[in-house]
């Protein structure tokens, strides 16, 4: 039986140890029967400019994946990254299976306030979603239409750092089951 | 012949005149020939959460639609909106015209060191891409590899305010060149 793939997305790509922090969640995939595919490890493309070449290599690595598995964990901002966010969209685009998790436990409204407190809104009276949300609605949205389980966040409520992988071992495990269910 | 309809997606759904600022945006795609609709007119799906019903009825409008402009200036962070770029990715994978525009002029790496600057990275030694790109590398692929336009800028290399919609009218202009070309 080909076993299922999963895209790694996240800005884990840009950890110090990138590599050695990939080969980590790719173990813990193959823990649970997945085969984890991470971005960092896609050699850019040849004949293109650099980041041409990274972004074909990364879209190739997706085209070849049945789901993806999100690091939603907030990124110089209130809200996940940016290239992450591009690649749930794109799985949830496709009809492929969108499973994600938060190491923070703080709410997406919090999140915002301190962004605007620490650089002000570029204009006056730009709204806040206050759903009590872990990101803006389309983030959660995506992810429990995409998947059919909610982002996995710290199940005690406490932040981990922002390069801990037991919550992403707990998604890894329910994305296993609920794929083999 | 059935009109091309555009799925106006961005943070312009937080500013608070979010229903006349849609209006004005659509009425710039009706002077180019393309049906704008945009999410701020889409009603909440009834019986449920109010946020899914949102999400819901937003994703069953960009069903309905055959491209998306979107609204990549940098909202709370260095990054274009959350939700716009769950959206970007979306129609990406969808296999769908994806056309996007900035009313920023400053480069993504000037960015990311003033939100480090504000609010320190989570973990020292995160790295930063380097590009000289307006985003993240995924979102100006996502742009150039699935509408076949760069993402549009300020022509005079000076940032508009939030709100302004001159940069939008040109991505407007050159999407429907390219679309009907």
New interface residues.
């Given amino acids: 039986m080909t076993q299922i793939q999963v895209y790694l997305a996240g800005?884990d790509?840009?950890?110090?140890d990138?590599a050695a922090h990939a080969r980590a969640k790719i173990a813990i995939c193959a823990r649970y029967g997945l085969v984890g595919r991470a971005p960092a490890e896609a050699a850019a493309l040849p004949n293109e400019d650099?980041?041409?070449g990274?972004?074909?290599a990364?879209?190739r690595m997706m085209e070849e994946c049945d789901i993806v598995i999100a690091n939603l964990t907030p990124f110089?901002?209130?809200?996940?990254?940016?290239?992450t966010?591009?690649?749930?969209?794109?799985?949830?685009?496709?009809g492929r299976k969108v499973f994600g998790y938060s190491n923070s436990a703080v709410p997406f409204p919090a999140r915002?306030i301190?962004?605007?407190r620490?650089?002000p809104?570029?204009?006056p009276?730009?709204?806040?979603?206050n759903?009590g949300?872990s990101?803006?609605?389309?983030?959660?949205?995506?992810v429990?239409?995409g998947g059919g389980l909610p982002i996995v966040l710290p199940p005690d409520g406490l932040s981990r750092?922002?390069?801990a992988l037991d919550v992403f071992e707990s998604c890894v495990a329910q994305a296993a089951t609920s794929l083999h269910a």
């Fill in positions: 800005p790509v840009f950890l110090p990138a650099p980041w041409r990274i972004f074909l990364d879209l110089r901002g209130p809200s996940a990254d940016a290239g966010l591009v690649e749930l969209g794109w799985f949830l685009g496709r915002s301190e962004q605007r620490a650089l809104d570029p204009l009276g730009l709204m806040e979603e759903f949300l990101d803006n609605l389309m983030v959660p949205g995506a429990e239409y750092r922002f390069d």
